[in-house]
């Protein structure tokens, strides 16, 4: 078909539609079913719901904390995705062909979701193992769906489609969780004998639900801009564009403290969007209640009041501008991190979880156009700037995972790791101050 031209209505759709695709891997693996799954599979509990025993053996390694170890693997992939961005996203670039890295990373990813439903104790390493790839493929594919946005849309344009990617994103997830947690729930009504069939269902629905609708998106995306033909040196050819940025950021004030600031917060972000399940499974006082249908119910309510939270972040940078919204987001999280420290019942943690999902949509989606519309102007190698946008929140969720994972293994509880992310806010805010505004004009900060 004949290429849309940039800021075209159909294109931005298209490529806002990814997040509809991909999103579920979000929120069924990363974020709702397949941590509860995880969690039955490694927790031993008495009669009257108390833990017993939280530890494992992998690898011939006796006595790992679970969520050390799940901690530590997260912590492993995204160091694997912060390795292998820079030099992708340049070889991108380079020969042109941008679409077909963004499909191999979501192939890849979504049949590592089909791969989960043979996840058990016994094949340990293989859960672990897809579970390993599609974070990768996840966020691999990130790279180089967030480096389209200033190839597709205008400043101007940018805000708006990237808080309608996100909005698609939470609803299109919200709809499978929502189908998974039926069988689920009411496994009895599909034939099934108990809840793990239709639980390991669920990962293969996410894997066809993502490879699916991300056809739309691959129908209109443009190939690339293709720059010179494929060599033997080309693999080097991507660390060397990843250095010519270092060096350009070291003349662009601007950007340089933005990508500092964004490191620093993004890494309580990112952290505490992993670890919430997890934190609920362990840290809460569920009484007779049902943590499985308590969680999922929690993480449903972030998504929807994501949407909003997405919604209003975008009205509210029109009045006030990117920057000075970023501060005040960060400034909510310092709250709500307070508050969580001392959360232990169901009842104050979909408190928590509804302040989350009012914040998340928003800084999620205005930290990357905010990024997007400080690019210097006529920037061709779009990819590479977006790769070191995305290094930065991979190391950040790196340390942010091991640090999680060093205080579950050392104090047998995570509550302690909260103290440690509102520093983090703190220090985004502090350095958000210190961005330069003199280069987002106007008709760019709207």
């Keep these: 078909m004949k290429q849309l031209p940039k800021g075209n209505k159909k294109l931005l759709n298209a490529w806002a539609f990814y997040d509809w695709a991909n999103s579920v891997y979000s929120l069924v693996i990363s974020s709702a079913i397949f941590p509860i799954f995880y ?38 992939a995204f160091l694997a995705v912060s390795v292998l961005s820079p030099f992708l996203s340049g070889i991108a670039d380079y020969v042109g062909n941008k679409k077909n890295f963004l499909k191999f990373f979501c192939y890849l990813g979504g049949a590592s979701c089909i791969g989960l439903y043979w996840f058990t104790m016994e094949y340990l390493w293989l859960g672990l193992l897809c579970y390993f790839l599609a974070l990768i493929g996840f966020w691999a594919s990130i790279v180089f769906y967030n480096s389209y946005l200033p190839d597709i849309a205008y400043p101007n344009q940018q805000d708006k489609i990237s808080a309608k990617g996100y909005s698609l994103g ?92 964004f490191f620093v917060y993004s890494m309580a972000v990112q952290t505490i969007m992993i670890i919430a399940t997890y934190f609920g499974i362990e840290e809460l006082e569920w009484g007779n209640q049902d943590p ?84 210097p102007e006529n920037t061709i190698d779009t990819a590479s700037y977006f790769s070191f946008y995305d290094v930065s929140e991979k190391i950040g969720i790196v340390i942010g995972m091991f640090m999680y994972g060093a205080v579950a293994q050392i104090t047998g509880s995570i509550r302690n790791a909260i103290l440690f992310l509102i520093l983090f806010f703190i220090g985004g805010i502090l350095l958000l101050l210190r961005v330069p505004k003199n280069k987002i004009p106007a008709s760019k900060e709207n």
């Design 39 to 76: 969690a039955a599979l490694t927790i031993v509990k008495d009669k009257d719901g108390v833990i017993i025993n939280d530890t494992v053996s992998f690898l011939g390694i006796e006595g790992i904390n679970n969520d050390t170890l799940i901690s530590y693997v997260t912590a492993l």
């Design 292 to 375: 499985t249908t308590g969680l999922i119910v929690s993480v449903l309510l972030i998504q929807l009041v994501a949407i909003l939270g997405a919604t209003l972040t975008s009205k509210l940078v029109g009045k006030i501008g990117n920057i000075k919204t970023l501060i005040l987001i960060n400034c909510i999280w310092v709250l709500i991190c307070v508050y969580a420290y001392f959360l232990n019942t169901p009842i104050q943690f979909y408190v928590a979880a509804a302040s989350v999902g009012l914040v998340m949509g928003g800084i999620q989606s205005l930290s990357r156009s905010t990024y997007s519309k400080m690019l």
């Design 170 to 261: 939470y609803f299109g997830s919200v709809i499978l969780l929502v189908l998974c947690l039926f069988m689920i729930m009411k496994f009895d009504y599909f034939g099934f004998e108990s809840k793990d069939v239709p639980t390991r269902l669920s990962f293969v629905l996410t894997g066809i639900w993502w490879i699916g609708f991300s056809q739309y998106t691959y129908y209109y995306l443009p190939k690339g801009t293709k720059k010179a033909k494929l060599t033997k040196n080309v693999l080097f050819d991507g660390f060397k564009e990843l250095h010519k940025i270092w060096r350009a950021l070291q003349h662009d004030l601007q950007l340089k403290r933005y990508l500092i600031a």
